[in-house]
């Protein structure tokens, strides 16, 4: 194996812009309020969701 292979996942993809004043998009997981609006398409996930998440994916070395 050489050592440019990569065990890491891709980058995510752009992340929607955040939204300054509501209505919020509810988090796909805990329906808490997101940073998003309403109108966001896709996965929308609250900050404490996001980081949970980020730290599932990220790699361990």
Do not use: D, H, N
Request: glycine share 6%; with cysteine.
């Amino acid at each position: 194996m050489s050592e440019s292979t990569s065990y890491c996942a891709p980058e995510p993809g752009p992340t929607p812009e955040r939204a300054t004043e509501g209505p919020f998009a509810a988090c796909v997981q805990c329906q808490e309020p997101t940073e998003y609006p309403e109108s966001t398409k896709g996965i929308t996930l609250c900050p404490v969701c996001e980081w949970r998440e980020a730290e599932r994916t990220a790699c361990s070395g």
